[in-house]
């Protein structure tokens, strides 16, 4: 089945600059791929997709790469702010419609 | 989260008991999830339900089982609670498949 691996599971960067955290997944079927925020007390939030069929999406500061051939891909944060600070977590979508969840990265923006 | 509620929001109780939590949707979402979320295993999925009493499991479901017997209401139940299911629980919910809205989650301590 999918397996999904995050990396770093801890991130700290000075605020204004940027913060890349990386996932690979096994399952080469899979294709879609989601992030999530997840701040204190609170729920995880959609913050950026990609399908498989597209290679770099962006919202603003966020951008998400897809390497479908080396199966990982990452979120790009640039101009990090202090709102930043959360637990971001990767996912694939496995063939049974399942989201196979990254273990978690908890970004730390220092002022 | 708008749309999403879960209750309670946090729950003491003892080995050996019975627990039921109640995730609430006014979304009319036909898919509807219950995770646990545990520190350096990111989201396991329990059970899932794509519709009014068709529900499924998944990959952490022993010890749990679940109810959905109207579109808003999914049910999950701990028949014998045990100090291992000390967890925090999320719902989500999915119109599509794909967009997971998560509730706020719900802290289950069993002492």
């Known amino acids: 089945g999918e397996n999904v691996e995050q990396h770093p599971s801890t991130l700290s960067v000075q605020e204004g600059d940027s913060a890349v955290i990386k996932c690979t997944y096994s399952?080469?079927?899979?294709?879609?791929f989601p992030w999530y925020k997840q701040e204190l007390g609170k729920g995880p939030q959609l913050i950026i997709d990609?399908?498989?069929n597209v290679g770099e999406k962006k919202d603003q500061r966020i951008a998400v790469t897809l390497n479908k051939t080396a199966k990982h891909f990452s979120l790009h944060i640039t101009e990090t702010q202090p709102e930043d600070s959360a637990v971001y977590f990767c996912?694939?979508?496995?063939?049974?419609?399942?989201?196979?969840w990254g273990a978690g990265t908890k970004l730390i923006i220092k002022p | 989260d708008a749309g999403i509620t879960q209750s309670p929001r946090h729950k003491v109780t003892e080995t050996g008991t019975p627990v039921t939590l109640r995730c609430h949707q006014t979304?009319?979402?036909?898919?509807m999830y219950w995770y646990r979320q545990d520190p350096g295993h990111g989201l396991r999925l329990i059970h899932y339900?794509?519709?009014?009493?068709?529900?499924d499991k998944g990959e952490v479901s022993d010890g749990y089982s679940v109810s959905r017997s109207k579109t808003e209401d999914f049910l999950l139940t701990l028949e014998s609670a045990t100090s291992s299911q000390t967890s925090v629980y999320f719902c989500?919910?999915?119109?599509?498949?794909?967009?997971?809205?998560f509730g706020s989650g719900t802290r289950l301590t069993v002492v």
């Open positions: 989500a919910i999915s119109g599509q498949l794909y967009g997971y809205t």
């Open positions: 979304e009319n979402h036909r898919y």
């Open positions: 339900s794509y519709g009014v009493k068709d529900t």
């Open positions: 399952d080469s079927a899979s294709n879609y």
């Open positions: 990609i399908r498989s």
């Open positions: 996912a694939a979508m496995d063939s049974n419609y399942q989201l196979i």
